[in-house]
C-alpha cells in the first residue's frame, strides 16, 4: 500500500474562482489518478497524471478546467478552474504500482457557492 | 463503454446479520476489487482478486469472483456497527488495464 495525502482536505469557494488540490504520496508510485466523486455518487476518473508530460483526459474532462500537474513521482497537482456550484464534490487522488490495484487519498471535499 | 452493475443499493440489517451485495457486468473483467468508503474518507481495499473461481477471505469478509469473469460478490458475515460505509465494486480498463471503473456502491447501515 501507500501513504497518501491530500490538501486541503475540504474548502468553501466561490464561483468564478480556481482550486487547487495536492496529492502526496510516501514513495514512488508509477501511476497517478484524480477522480470525482459528487454527492451521493460513485467515483468517477477525471485523467491520468503523467510524470513530465500532458495528462490523460477522459470523456467529459478537460485540461482548460481540470489542468494537472505532476512534475515527479511522488506528487501531482489537480485545479478546478473557473468553478461553479456543479463542481462541488470530492476530488480523490488515487495511486498505483502493481497494475490494478489502487490506492487512495483521503479526498478534497469541495463547496462551491 | 465498460459498466459495472452493483446491488443493492443501500441496506440497513441489525447487528449480527450477514450480509451479501454483487457486482455485474456485461463485459469480461480480469480482476475484481472491493473498496469500502467510510464517511469522510477515501475508499480503502478490502479485497483484491485476480482468478477466475478465487475465493478470498479477509476477516469477516469473503469475496469471489465469479467463473464467467463476468460477477463478484463480497459477503459480510456478522456485521457490526463499524461496517458501516459504502462498498464498491471495482475492475480494469483501458488497454493497460492500469485504470478502475467502478459500481455504483452499496451503501450498508448497521442498526446496533
Known amino acids: 500500500s501507500a501513504v497518501i495525502s491530500q490538501k486541503p482536505s475540504r474548502d468553501i469557494c466561490q464561483r468564478g474562482t480556481s482550486l487547487t488540490i495536492q496529492c502526496q504520496v510516501d514513495?514512488?508510485?508509477?501511476?497517478m489518478f484524480w477522480y470525482r466523486q459528487q454527492p451521493g455518487q460513485s467515483l468517477t476518473l477525471i485523467a491520468t497524471?503523467?510524470?513530465?508530460?500532458?495528462?490523460?483526459?477522459e470523456s467529459g474532462f478537460v485540461i482548460d478546467k481540470f489542468p494537472i500537474s505532476r512534475p515527479n513521482l511522488t506528487f501531482s497537482t489537480l485545479t478546478v478552474s473557473n468553478m461553479s456550484p456543479e463542481d462541488s464534490s470530492i476530488y480523490l487522488c488515487?495511486?498505483?504500482?502493481?497494475?490494478?490495484?489502487?490506492?487512495f487519498g483521503p479526498g478534497t471535499r469541495l463547496l462551491v457557492l | 463503454g465498460q459498466q459495472l452493475n452493483q446491488s443493492p443499493q443501500s441496506m440497513f440489517i441489525q447487528e449480527g446479520e450477514d450480509v451479501s451485495m454483487n457486482c455485474t457486468s456485461s463485459?469480461?473483467?480480469?480482476?475484481w476489487l472491493w473498496y469500502k468508503q467510510d464517511p469522510g474518507e477515501g475508499p480503502v481495499l478490502l479485497i483484491a482478486?485476480?482468478?477466475?473461481?478465487e475465493l478470498t477471505s479477509n476477516g469477516r469478509l469473503t469475496a469471489q469472483f465469479g467463473i464467467t469473469r463476468k460477477d463478484s460478490f463480497l459477503n459480510i458475515s456478522a456485521s457490526i456497527p463499524s461496517d458501516v460505509g459504502i462498498y464498491f465494486c471495482?475492475?480494469?480498463?483501458?488497454?493497460?488495464?492500469?485504470?478502475?471503473?467502478f459500481g455504483g456502491g452499496t451503501r450498508l447501515m448497521v442498526k446496533p
Open positions: 488515487s495511486v498505483s504500482r502493481a497494475q490494478e490495484t489502487q490506492y
Open positions: 471495482a475492475g480494469p480498463i483501458g488497454n493497460a488495464g492500469n485504470m478502475l471503473t
Open positions: 497524471a503523467n510524470q513530465g508530460s500532458e495528462a490523460t483526459y
Open positions: 482478486l485476480y482468478k477466475a473461481g
Open positions: 514513495s514512488q508510485v508509477t501511476m
Open positions: 463485459s469480461i473483467f480480469n480482476t
